[in-house]
């Protein structure tokens, strides 16, 4: 079952394949129920690297899929695991009956704020998912790691808390860009999957994603050295992905996160300011010039600095907007 996936429908296939109380986490992104092939439209974007045969499910059918997929969530959760169920606005009512007919607790309800809406006239722009987090109801601690990105101390240039702010239920995470590479109709950023594993997951747990789609939940699990398991029903999407898994060095992420030169995170308590947020952009684009990817510059950044990976790449998103 760990880094096992199946090309089949995710409701036989966890009855299937599953025992209860197994995964630690689930993260799941399901279809919307887009009548026709309309989903590029909320997307903006070319169709030619799009890969064929996503897979809907009907607007008359969503309740009750909703539902019976659901309840396999919960019985395959562990009691002191967590779900993250993103849902657009359209369907969110009925994902939330299912959240509540099949007894799960809502932990908190994000907003998830991108920025890939296509511009209208006619209305306002739709631009953020909602985000369901839930638990099964009970007694059992639920993981949740608070300083696995920030440390508590940790202030930005304005005396605001980093971590606070990133505990907030509003999350503004940009899509990844993949210009001419192929991919599912939608797919999730690497950053959202990364901040739901790193809070509510640990190394070697088994990660769950119920609509497997471009697989993105299972390499970010492997890249930051979990386990995951999960269900894709286009045979297409599957055949192009499965292979890709073992190619993924597992842990790898990790490994650039903690890079703190034995030293970790030394000036974390200290204030930002503005003379750091300019050595660091500099050195970030002195850096960058060397040909590395974001991901390696923020590791070196927080090794130089002292500061942790994900502060390193606050600043260097926000100075960038
Ligand atoms: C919203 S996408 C998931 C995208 C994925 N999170 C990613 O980042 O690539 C939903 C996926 O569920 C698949 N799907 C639809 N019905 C399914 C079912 N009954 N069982 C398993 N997969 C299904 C679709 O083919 C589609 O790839």
């Not at 079952?1 to 394949?17: P, Q, W």
């Not at 009548?35 to 059918?61: A, F």
């Not at 510059?297 to 502060?311: K, N, P, T």
């Amino acid at each position: 079952m760990r880094d096992t996936y199946y090309n089949m429908d995710c409701i036989t296939g966890a009855k299937t394949y599953l025992p209860d109380a197994m995964v630690d986490l689930i993260i799941t992104d399901p279809p919307f129920a887009i009548e026709g092939d309309q989903l590029h439209k909320l997307y903006n974007r070319k169709e030619e690297y799009v890969v064929e045969g996503y897979v809907e499910v009907s607007k008359e059918k969503y309740r009750e899929f909703s539902f019976r997929w659901i309840e396999q969530a919960k019985r395959v959760l562990k009691d002191t695991g967590s779900m993250y169920i993103v849902s657009g606005w359209t369907n969110l009512l009925d994902i939330l009956l299912a959240i509540e007919q099949n007894g799960l607790e809502l932990i908190n309800h994000m907003i998830w704020k991108y920025n890939f809406g296509v511009s209208t006239k006619h209305k306002f722009v739709t631009s953020h998912y909602h985000i369901l987090y839930c638990r099964k109801k009970g007694n059992a601690e639920v993981k949740f790691n608070p300083y696995c990105r920030f440390g508590a101390e940790e202030k930005d240039s304005e005396g605001s808390s980093m971590l606070y702010c990133d505990l907030e239920d509003v999350w503004t995470i940009g899509r990844d860009f993949k210009k001419g590479r192929t991919k599912n109709r939608n797919q999730l950023p690497v950053e959202l999957l990364m901040k739901m594993m790193l809070y509510s997951s640990d190394e070697d747990d088994l990660i769950c994603d119920f609509f497997l789609g471009s697989f993105s939940t299972a390499k970010v699990a492997r890249s930051l050295g979990r386990y995951s398991t999960g269900f894709e029903i286009n045979g297409t999407a599957y055949d192009h992905q499965v292979g890709q898994i073992s190619n993924i060095q597992r842990g790898w992420m990790l490994a650039g996160m903690r890079s703190n030169g034995g030293n970790p995170h030394f000036n974390q308590r200290k204030r930002w300011t503005k003379e750091e947020t300019g050595n660091v952009m500099e050195r970030y684009h002195n850096i960058k010039c060397t040909g590395v990817s974001d991901r390696q510059a923020y590791s070196i950044l927080s090794q130089e600095f002292g500061r942790g990976y994900f502060s390193m790449m606050n600043i260097v998103k926000k100075s960038r907007r």
